[in-house]
């Protein structure tokens, strides 16, 4: 089910019918997937996953120069090739370290945001 989420919204992105709330979508998962590799699952996949990151990012920049969530070409290429070391992985690892994943995405995504809530409390 993981993986299906962050293909179907992989397809959206590909069709010019992307949002912001798939971006996040494809970014979680690609955390999940990261940290998949550092804990010895398809390690190799490390490069393809930060490639991926890496295409979510010229994503958004371009999202919001053209007001279209797209991947295209190359950046839909590397999404593409992350997802299949995601989808390779979520078969390899049992669930408890797919889990341990996921609460260390949510870590990552805590500590990244907590700064920006600080400042908004501050203002």
């Not at 959206?12 to 971006?23: K, P, Q």
């Not at 295409?55 to 190359?74: I, P, S, T």
């Not at 049992?94 to 949510?106: D, F, G, L, N, Y």
């Amino acid at each position: 089910m993981l993986h299906l989420k962050a293909l179907v919204a992989l397809d959206a992105l590909y069709r010019g019918n992307g949002t912001s709330e798939l971006l996040t979508v494809l970014g979680q998962n690609l955390i999940v997937s990261e940290t998949l590799c550092g804990a010895g699952y398809v390690k190799e996949g490390l490069k393809a996953v930060r490639e991926g990151h890496a295409a979510l990012v010229r994503v958004d920049l371009e999202a919001k120069e053209k007001n279209q969530w797209q991947a295209a070409g190359r950046d839909y290429e590397c999404l593409r090739d992350a997802l299949q070391v995601y989808g390779t992985q979520l078969g390899a690892a049992p669930r408890a370290e797919v889990r341990k994943a996921q609460i260390a995405m949510v870590e990552v995504l805590t500590r990244h945001l907590k700064p920006e809530a600080t400042q908004k409390q501050a203002a």
